[in-house]
């Protein structure tokens, strides 16, 4: 009889902790560094309206000198489209558009110069520019569920020094505590986990959004 009540009991531990895991992998992927004076904050890509619009906040407020822009990269899609004479605007002019539309001034926004196909390819690009610049702090704004793999890269390709701080777009719809509850979040969390183990083996599997 003892016997079964430890199994039992051992049972619901397992599956309460199976539950309490399954519904924190979404809000363990999102952090909000506190904001500190920076040399620029950057517009990682995708989410281009939300990312944008929370990058011009940002250094309207002055914690920024510059807003930088990650260029991207070439897809088959467009290789395809160039082919046929069709030129497809590369994203960041979107962005270029929404900061300029919000009131940064054009001189303070620059797109990081070569091609950026991933996260772990964007964060050694603002590394980069960051070390030509000589500035000691950069803010990345990203989405929220993209957060804690940004700066998990940014400390393990970049260090800790210059600083990163990791800011998400406030108006993002991404729902941490109930991402199971819709498909785009469910492939958002998918996507991070996905991502964070591939980087932890090694980069084994290569892609464009990763």
Known sequence: MLKRVIAVASLAVVIAL???LFRSAGTWLVIDDPLQPAQATVVLG???AFRSMEAAAIY???????VWLTPGGVSLEDIALAQLGIERPREYT??????????????????????????????????????EAGGERVIIVTSKYHTRRVKILWNSLVGTRPELVVRYAPDDDFDATR??????????????WFGLLNFW????VSSERW
């Open 179 to 192: 991402w199971y509850r819709t498909s785009a979040d469910m492939r958002a969390v998918w996507r991070e």
């Open 60 to 66: 309207k407020k002055g914690f920024a000198k510059e």
């Open 46 to 48: 995708g989410e281009v």
């Open 94 to 131: 979107y962005s270029q558009q929404v900061l300029e539309r919000l009131e940064v001034p054009p001189e303070a926004i620059h797109v990081l110069p070569g091609a950026t196909s991933n996260t772990a390819e964007e964060v050694r690009a603002i590394a980069r520019q960051l070390a």
């Open 18 to 20: 199976a539950v309490f």
């Open 201 to 204: 083996a090694g980069f084994p």
